[in-house]
């Protein structure tokens, strides 16, 4: 028999259906006759057919037509909201954002599993973990050793000895001994207090991913957490439901206390949850509905569960991947800029680059030969060019390599610090068992995630930077040969030319937000803490910067595959003529003015996805494995 899940105020019904052609205005009176009954005055309804009520989807707060068959509109075990017209009794849902989160759209969840054990994770897991591919389970090692983690704390808390955030209070109150009656109420207090964020709620994905990365550190067996509050948080985590986690707040010090607070307080049933089916709810009626227990913490969970450099790790694991992608994307890109404005290949001619050996000039320069005209790929646009009297190109296409091969570096190296960051302990005090000892210390400092972050930021700015300089010389006709703007009837169109104007501002706003967060510092926790990595901002600008970098690109690949239009019935290589493709496979060519932001949101959708690199990576790692057997063996014959 097919069930749903109503909710109305504060509570949660399951509502059986024994017939699904009934219509959703029956499930509203239904769940309301429920409600009433189980309430000792009614609930302060006196007639539920008098009732006047609008449902709606939990899931994006759709409305639903009360005339509409179940069977229509729902499916089993799916959740509905009930609001009471005029009630003042109704609690506050938090409106769903559309284009916040790829889970809402069609979740689905996943068969898979990801084994953590605190120190195998990748960035690319963590971010995979975010997308919903995996679920999660322990290793039995890992298992192991958060035993005998609680084991030590246990025997602490029973012999009555004084340690900091387990008998103390925390911060400036570390000297305060707690009863141990109140051990309990004072981990459930610091996580009460600390959940002090401001701003809009991390995305479903972004929100997953911090929980996994704080059940990933857990799982190392140096926090003191209990296998059973670690299981919850574990299932939890599968079933999506997340806690209402504020974006703003962490001074990335004592760890990200603020947003692993507000994590920590939906896993208690309290403050706000989310999760597919339900939507935005209060966090015990979310965790209720998906039969899920809150966790009850014992001496020093609360702490374990909040100190942690989580927030900066799993937003900058997040940077460094996207970083990752568009960095290889951009080298296909100018690839086809340089197509269109008739650039010559010579200046990426290997024994120029051996002069200079730094791995990501190498590398991009390998990248541009393998799409470029040559022997393997014969470009016909090349060749229309090839006697011309133009002895080198300007340096946002020649010094493509220099340029975009140090923001690869800077990817590596920061890629190197947050998997690092990924699987370390960042708790405190640390419980080591087999010295049978905890020792405060300060691994939870956000610096190195902070500093890194930053550096990340000005690194792939430089990538949008150079790219714009790329699209003026695509859009200005005393620079590429080609129409003004790139569309024919100028002045009746204007093709391009706010294209352009809104690169311009996306890279002027990168210049601001390079500037580093992490050389600000301010005292906090009366000078408890009184030097801070601000590694939370750093996390979130480099995000930004990212977008923007990625929104940059996507109107030079509109721009680029639009000047191609004008060099018809030339072709480019075979590799970029494949780009071309798929880029027209979304957006077609610009014969006159039309509303173009949907058309950038498409490519950007393709960079994103990695649809660009995907078609032409075959080519050049055929190019590359080419080269390798030359080195090794000779020229082939």
């Known amino acids: 028999?097919?069930?749903?899940?109503?909710?109305?105020?504060?509570?949660?019904?399951?509502?059986?259906?024994?017939?699904?052609?009934?219509?959703?205005?029956?499930?509203?009176?239904?769940?309301?006759?429920?409600?009433?009954?189980?309430?000792?005055?009614?609930?302060?309804?006196?007639?539920?057919?008098?009732?006047?009520?609008?449902?709606?989807?939990?899931?994006?707060?759709?409305?639903?037509?009360?005339?509409?068959?179940?069977?229509?509109?729902?499916?089993?075990?799916?959740?509905?909201?009930?609001?009471?017209?005029?009630?003042?009794?109704?609690?506050?849902?938090?409106?769903?954002?559309?284009?916040?989160?790829?889970?809402?759209?069609?979740?689905?969840?996943?068969?898979?599993?990801?084994?953590?054990?605190?120190?195998?994770?990748?960035?690319?897991?963590?971010?995979?973990?975010?997308?919903?591919?995996?679920?999660?389970?322990?290793?039995?090692?890992?298992?192991?050793?958060?035993?005998?983690?609680?084991?030590?704390?246990?025997?602490?808390?029973?012999?009555?000895?004084?340690?900091?955030?387990?008998?103390?209070?925390?911060?400036?109150?570390?000297?305060?001994?707690?009863?141990?009656?109140?051990?309990?109420?004072?981990?459930?207090?610091?996580?009460?207090?600390?959940?002090?964020?401001?701003?809009?709620?991390?995305?479903?994905?972004?929100?997953?991913?911090?929980?996994?990365?704080?059940?990933?550190?857990?799982?190392?067996?140096?926090?003191?957490?209990?296998?059973?509050?670690?299981?919850?948080?574990?299932?939890?985590?599968?079933?999506?439901?997340?806690?209402?986690?504020?974006?703003?707040?962490?001074?990335?010090?004592?760890?990200?206390?603020?947003?692993?607070?507000?994590?920590?307080?939906?896993?208690?049933?309290?403050?706000?949850?989310?999760?597919?089916?339900?939507?935005?709810?209060?966090?015990?009626?979310?965790?209720?509905?998906?039969?899920?227990?809150?966790?009850?913490?014992?001496?020093?969970?609360?702490?374990?569960?909040?100190?942690?450099?989580?927030?900066?790790?799993?937003?900058?694991?997040e940077a460094v991947e996207r970083a990752q992608a568009i960095a290889r994307q951009a080298d296909i890109i100018a690839a086809i800029t340089l197509e269109v404005l008739k650039g010559t290949s010579k200046a990426f001619d290997s024994d120029i680059h051996a002069l200079r050996p730094h791995p990501g000039q190498i590398e991009v320069a390998m990248r541009f030969r393998a799409l470029l005209d040559s022997d393997h790929h014969p470009s016909e646009i090349a060749e229309s060019h090839r006697f011309c009297d133009r002895v080198q190109d300007a340096y946002t296409m020649r010094c493509c390599p220099q340029v975009h091969g140090i923001v690869n570096d800077t990817i590596d190296f920061t890629q190197k610090i947050i998997n690092t960051e990924i699987n370390s302990a960042t708790d405190n005090p640390m419980v080591f068992a087999e010295r049978g000892e905890t020792i405060s210390g300060g691994n939870f400092h956000g610096e190195y995630p902070a500093k890194a972050l930053d550096f990340l930021a000005i690194g792939v700015h430089e990538l949008a930077a150079i790219s714009e300089r790329r699209i003026e010389r695509l859009c200005n006709p005393s620079l590429s040969e080609l129409p003004a703007f790139l569309v024919n009837e100028g002045g009746l169109n204007s093709g391009f030319m706010i294209a352009h104007c809104t690169a311009a501002s996306l890279v002027s706003e990168n210049k601001v937000l390079c500037h580093p967060s992490s050389v600000d510092s301010l005292s906090t926790s009366a000078a408890t803490e009184d030097h801070v990595s601000m590694g939370g901002w750093a996390a979130r600008k480099a995000l930004r910067v990212v977008e923007h970098v990625e929104q940059v690109l996507a109107i030079e690949l509109l721009a680029a595959c639009q000047g191609i239009e004008f060099l018809r019935p030339l072709r480019t290589t075979t590799p970029l003529e494949k780009v071309y493709d798929l880029v027209r496979s979304v957006v077609k060519p610009w014969i006159k003015?039309?509303?173009?932001?949907?058309?950038?949101?498409?490519?950007?959708?393709?960079?994103?996805?990695?649809?660009?690199?995907?078609?032409?990576?075959?080519?050049?790692?055929?190019?590359?494995?080419?080269?390798?057997?030359?080195?090794?063996?000779?020229?082939?014959?």
């Open 1 to 317: 028999m097919p069930r749903y899940t109503v909710h109305i105020r504060d509570e949660w019904l399951a509502v059986p259906c024994r017939d699904p052609t009934y219509t959703i205005q029956w499930l509203g009176y239904e769940a309301l006759k429920r409600y009433t009954k189980n309430k000792p005055d009614n609930g302060g309804i006196n007639a539920v057919k008098d009732i006047r009520f609008v449902a709606r989807r939990c899931q994006g707060q759709g409305l639903l037509d009360g005339d509409d068959t179940i069977e229509d509109v729902l499916e089993d075990n799916d959740f509905v909201e009930i609001a009471i017209e005029g009630d003042t009794m109704s609690p506050d849902f938090i409106p769903y954002q559309p284009g916040v989160s790829h889970l809402t759209a069609a979740y689905r969840e996943s068969d898979d599993n990801l084994f953590l054990d605190g120190n195998s994770l990748t960035s690319t897991d963590l971010v995979n973990l975010g997308r919903g591919l995996y679920k999660i389970k322990l290793t039995s090692e890992a298992e192991n050793g958060v035993v005998k983690s609680r084991e030590l704390l246990d025997t602490i808390v029973k012999e009555n000895k004084v340690v900091y955030g387990i008998t103390t209070g925390f911060g400036k109150f570390a000297r305060t001994v707690i009863p141990v009656h109140k051990l309990k109420e004072l981990q459930e207090n610091l996580v009460r207090s600390h959940s002090a964020g401001v701003g809009n709620p991390l995305s479903p994905e972004r929100t997953r991913m911090l929980l996994a990365l704080r059940i990933n550190v857990l799982a190392k067996g140096y926090s003191g957490i209990s296998l059973e509050t670690l299981h919850r948080m574990i299932q939890a985590f599968n079933a999506s439901c997340l806690s209402f986690v504020p974006e703003k707040g962490t001074v990335g010090a004592s760890g990200d206390l603020a947003p692993l607070s507000h994590l920590a307080l939906g896993l208690m049933g309290e403050g706000k949850m989310w999760s597919p089916k339900s939507g935005w709810a209060d966090a015990k009626y979310v965790l209720e509905a998906h039969g899920l227990k809150p966790i009850s913490l014992k001496p020093k969970e609360g702490l374990a569960l909040i100190n942690g450099t989580q927030m900066i790790t799993s937003l900058g694991a």
């Open 593 to 637: 003015d039309r509303f173009m932001s949907p058309d950038i949101e498409a490519v950007h959708r393709l960079l994103l996805d990695q649809k660009v690199w995907n078609v032409a990576q075959p080519y050049i790692e055929k190019y590359n494995m080419e080269l390798l057997q030359i080195e090794a063996c000779g020229p082939i014959k």
